[in-house]
């Protein structure tokens, strides 16, 4: 049983120039900017607000996740299961360059050839808020890693369907904070820079 102070935390990369002009990055490492550096220090300040408890710290395998969870002063472990949304076919193109080809194009509505798809993607969520949750009851969990793999977990984790990410904001260097009303799922704060 959790208790209502416990906490997991998303922390998305700070800004990469792929982020910045809008090109779906996955499994290509791109650094941080200038800027995203400094979106990652202030999303340290803003962690270490939140007084956590003993947090455990994971974070995506990309450079963007580690350097971020370095820059915000956190300890990291790196994890797989962070990765963001592989876009197969569509990595490194625009969505508007996406939908020339496929009109109305979302990673969350359509697919992606060569790529993920929803219905893993609500999977591989589940699996790492399961495990998130089970760290609760003596630690508070922070997770590092992307756009729309921190999407699907708020979905998931207010109990939607992964295609209903498409409805939360997640800025880079952004924090949000997933926690518990009366023992019921709440995200408590979401894309706070």
Do not use: K
Request: proline fraction near 5%; aromatic fraction near 6%.
């Amino acid at each position: 049983m959790t208790t209502a102070d416990a906490r997991i935390v998303l922390l998305r990369h700070g800004e990469t120039e792929w982020a910045r002009t809008g090109r779906h990055t996955s499994h290509t490492d791109v650094p941080l900017t200038a800027n995203g550096e400094q979106q990652a220090r202030a999303a340290g300040a803003q962690v270490a607000s939140l007084a956590l408890r003993d947090p455990v710290v994971l974070t995506s395998p990309r450079l963007r996740g580690t350097r971020t969870a370095e820059l915000a002063g956190l300890t990291a472990v790196r994890w797989d299961a962070l990765a963001e949304w592989d876009y197969g076919d569509y990595e490194g193109l625009t969505t508007p360059e996406i939908r020339e080809r496929v009109p109305g194009w979302t990673v969350f509505t359509h697919p992606c050839p060569g790529g993920e798809s929803a219905e893993s993607v609500q999977a591989r969520a589940d699996m790492v808020l399961a495990i998130a949750e089970s760290r609760l009851d003596e630690r508070d969990v922070v997770l590092v890693g992307h756009g729309h793999f921190s999407r699907a977990l708020l979905a998931r984790w207010a109990g939607l369907p992964v295609h209903e990410g498409r409805r939360f904001a997640v800025s880079p260097g952004s924090v949000s904070v997933l926690g518990f009303e009366h023992g019921t799922h709440q995200i408590v704060t979401l894309n706070v820079q």
